[in-house]
Nanobody, 119 residues
Framework: QVQLVESGGGLVQAGGSLRLSCAAS????????MGWYRQTPGKQRELAAT???????NYADSVKGRFTISRDNAKNTAYLQMNSLKPEDTAVYYC?????????????WGQGTQVTVSP
């Protein structure tokens, strides 16, 4: 089992910045994909960014150029630096870890952290 604890959410004005952190613990493999997803009421959870243990990144078009995902493999921690925030970035942000064991993917989620961007 893998446990994820997010931190760093809060209230910020448009144009501001926030940094989210996600600390993973438990039986976590050295090879995995860590990511950030976000969800607003009434909508499906959507990808914000992912990063592999090798450092390859993927971003949603809506956050490219503004958000940066990174990770510290030694600490099993992922970060999401969010700059030039917009009101439409307001959402609950969830940390995600995916691990491939054999031929099966295992997915773990954090409890979520609220990000609110005021106009």
């Amino acid at each position: 089992q893998v446990q994820l604890v997010e931190s760093g959410g809060g209230l910020v004005q448009a144009g501001g910045s926030l940094r989210l952190s996600c600390a993973a613990s438990g039986s976590i493999l050295s090879t995995n994909v860590m990511g950030w997803y976000r969800q607003t009421p009434g909508k499906q959870r959507e990808l914000a960014a992912t990063i592999t243990s090798g450092g390859s990144t993927n971003y949603a078009d809506s956050v490219k150029g503004r958000f940066t995902i990174s990770r510290d493999n030694a600490k099993n921690t992922a970060y999401l630096q969010m700059n030039s925030l917009k009101p439409e970035d307001t959402a609950v942000y969830y940390c995600n870890v995916e691990e491939l064991i054999g031929f099966k993917w295992y997915t773990y989620w954090g409890q979520g952290t609220q990000v609110t961007v005021s106009p």
